[in-house]
């Protein structure tokens, strides 16, 4: 018999989205451990309270809550790529829920293994005047040509650092795949002119919306 896979997952609960296009809306978030990148404003710690699951754990876990969609998220979800591919192979019609995946739109050869079960993709830009790190878009590019067979929108989080060209080059994906693109101020906000940069990227393409992270606001998780 061949061994089921597991996964360290951080926490399983459930939440008002409080990002994206699914803003206000529930989800059972799933966060996973481990991340590919190290933005310097993440604020999660991966390396604490881990429990390890296997693909039937989590389904049993999953299909008595009464919630319509799951959120992958971490950390970056498709770091456990065939953790999930067994997963969903198995669960996805039994579960019955809608899964959305959250992911920094680098790991393109591990969405292939489960885009046929995704059902929304909310792929972050990481920008360099954001994050610290490299600006990845050919990456991102290549992400995007996979990931848009199904629902797809990207998110960009931004401080007033961010560059010209990273915003051409947002643009430039946004229009080549038709995708919306949401803008995230990085929170905690700073005195700028918020409205300025979304002015920026309106001036060059329409199908665009600022939304900050609404949960802190509210206060929750």
Known sequence: MQKQLTSKIKEIFTSIQ???IEVGKKHIFIRF???NLACRYCD???KTDLKEYNSYDLYNILKS???ETISLTGGEPLLEAEFLKEFLEKYYQKLNKRIYLETNGTLFLELEKIIDYV???AMDIKLKSCTGQENRFLDNDKFLKIATKKETF???VFNDEIEENEINEVIKLAEKYGVEVVLQPEMPLKSYDITKIYDKFYE???NIRLIPQTHKFLNII
């Open 44 to 46: 999660t710690d991966f």
């Open 65 to 67: 809550i009464n919630c």
């Open 204 to 206: 060059k393409y329409k």
């Open 18 to 20: 409080g990002e994206g």
């Open 33 to 35: 451990s481990r991340c």
């Open 154 to 156: 990207i998110k960009v």
């Open 119 to 121: 059902d929304i993709v």
